[in-house]
C-alpha cells in the first residue's frame, strides 16, 4: 500500500514534466492541451460553485420558496 501511494504521489510531481514535453512537441498538441485545460478549468468551477450554493443553502434555510399558501 506504501508503494501504490509514493508511485502515485511521485507520478503526480512527473505529470507537469509529460505535459510540458507534450506541449512542446506539436503546436496542435499545445492547443489541444489549453483547450483541454480550459473546458476541465471552467466545469470544475462551475460544478464548484453549485455545489458550495447548495452546501450553503442547506445550513442557511433561505434557498428556497416556502410551502404553496391555499387560496381563501
Do not use: H
Request: net charge negative; proline share 6%.
Amino acid at each position: 500500500m506504501q508503494g501504490l501511494l509514493s508511485e502515485l504521489l511521485q507520478s503526480v510531481i512527473d505529470m507537469p514534466g509529460w505535459f510540458i514535453d507534450v506541449a512542446l512537441n506539436d503546436p496542435l498538441a499545445a492547443l489541444m492541451l489549453a483547450v483541454g485545460a480550459v473546458i476541465t478549468t471552467v466545469s470544475v468551477v462551475f460544478f464548484g460553485y453549485l455545489s458550495l450554493g447548495a452546501v450553503l443553502s442547506l445550513f442557511s434555510g433561505s434557498g428556497g420558496r416556502g410551502p404553496p399558501q391555499a387560496n381563501r
